[in-house]
């Protein structure tokens, strides 16, 4: 059992700047890939960014075409947390974010691969 507490959401202007976090607890954090998604009111729950356990040093993230470029997911297993960073924040980006973690080695793209979630933290970004 894996639980996940987001935090750092809030308002921000257009062009502007928030960290989330994930804070995790339970099992060998390291263990899991982790994985950002949003839902925007009205919408489906969709991914954002996903990143691999890191067993090693080696790791691996993928991220949706809409955030890539400005987003950047990071992890820091001593402190069970894992970060995204979203810079260039537009209008569209508006969602309730939540970190999700999944077992296993390889990161996942879809809700249905992550088997714990956080509560969700809310992202509003003003045109």
């Known amino acids: 059992q894996v639980q996940l507490v987001e935090s750092g959401g809030g308002l921000v202007q257009a062009g502007g700047s928030l960290r989330l976090s994930c804070a995790g607890s339970?099992?060998?954090?390291?263990?899991?890939?982790m994985g950002w998604f949003r839902q925007a009111p009205g919408k489906e729950r969709e991914f954002v960014v996903g990143i691999s356990w890191s067993g090693g040093s080696t790791y691996y993230t993928y991220y949706a075409d809409s955030v890539k470029g400005r987003f950047t997911i990071s992890r820091d297993n001593s402190n069970d947390t894992v970060y995204l960073q979203m810079n260039s924040l537009k209008f569209e980006d508006t969602a309730v974010y939540y970190c999700a973690a999944r077992s296993g080695l390889m990161l996942g793209y879809t809700v249905d691969e992550y088997n714990y979630w956080g509560q969700g933290t809310q992202v509003t970004v003003s045109s």
């Open positions: 339970g099992r060998t954090f390291s263990r899991y890939a």
